[in-house]
């Protein structure tokens, strides 16, 4: 099954369409930062046209609270310079 056999239907001005809209969800994700770097964003996935209920599965509390950690210190080794937000989640 082709996923994108909908593209080939629409016309010029609507690939454009669907192209800036996204872009924008990219953007708006690359973007993100704080404590929105942690969350999940089905919001990208509710852009593709086909409709699937994620199989989400969550790591064990001691699992993923590791895994944050190692995402914590990898934005470190990358991004060194960023500016600390020392905001509490919710502020």
Excluded: I, K, N
């Amino acid at each position: 099954m082709d996923l994108d056999e909908d593209l080939r239907e629409l016309t010029r001005e609507e690939l454009e369409t669907e192209l800036r809209r996204l872009r924008a969800a990219v953007r708006t994700h690359r973007d993100s930062t704080g404590h929105d770097l942690c969350w999940h964003h089905p919001q990208l996935w509710d852009l593709l046209p086909e409709r699937v209920e994620p199989a989400v599965a969550v790591p064990p509390w001691p699992r993923f609270m590791r895994g944050c950690v190692r995402y914590r210190e990898s934005l470190e080794a990358q991004l060194p310079e960023a500016p600390v937000d020392d905001r509490e989640y919710g502020e």
